[in-house]
């Protein structure tokens, strides 16, 4: 594969992921003390194909049920860091990924794209990272990522705040997500 296609395909992850995907998984690695092998396991793609995207020789994790996956371990290290969950919690809920993940759900079990809310009970917090989601679910149900790109790019022009909110909501991270929805007053 030619430099120029890594090139581009590394610019594609940073506006689908935030950062080229090779640095995203490394982090991850690190993060959870885990070796590329481990996290493809996890993901559910051989250790190769993790290698292919982590290199820019592919642009994305083109089954969806391991990129729901890789967009929960994401979320994971993320609320490690935030302490929303406890380290010593993170390798059982990597196991969790692993084991109870599924073709057509997401990582707790539920459904992709499915419109059961979060449990009852849940903190306003869990339920518009529900909602947040939700909405992914339904727009990557319907387009793929960069024509949510793509769409978000046409509009700008006419409505900018509409396009920050499809580009965010669509392609973005789920605290990104519900931080711009609150500043809209679209989250209760």
């Known amino acids: 594969m030619d430099e120029t296609a890594v090139v581009r395909n590394q610019e594609l992850q940073r506006q689908w992921y935030g950062a080229p995907l090779g640095e995203l998984c490394r982090d991850l690695c690190a993060s959870f ?58 390798a059982t809920r990597l196991d969790e990924i692993r084991s109870r993940t599924t073709p057509g759900q997401d990582s707790f079990g539920a459904q992709v794209g499915s419109s059961v809310p979060p449990p009852i009970g849940g903190s306003d917090e869990s339920s518009e990272r529900w909602f947040v989601r939700s909405l992914r679910d339904l727009l990557t149900s319907a387009a793929s990522a960069a024509e949510i790109l793509a769409a978000a790019d046409t509009l700008e022009p006419q409505h900018p705040a509409l396009a920050e909110i499809l580009r965010t909501c669509g392609a973005g991270r789920t605290d990104e997500a519900v931080a711009l929805l609150r500043r809209y007053n679209l989250l209760r």
């Open 33 to 90: 003390a885990i070796t590329q092998s481990a996290l493809a396991e996890i993901l559910g793609i051989s250790p190769a194909m993790l290698s292919l995207v982590m290199r820019g020789q592919r642009a994305r994790i083109a089954n969806p049920d391991a990129a729901a996956r890789f967009a929960t371990v994401l979320q994971l290290a993320q609320d490690v860091r935030s302490g929303a969950v406890p380290a010593e919690r993170a």
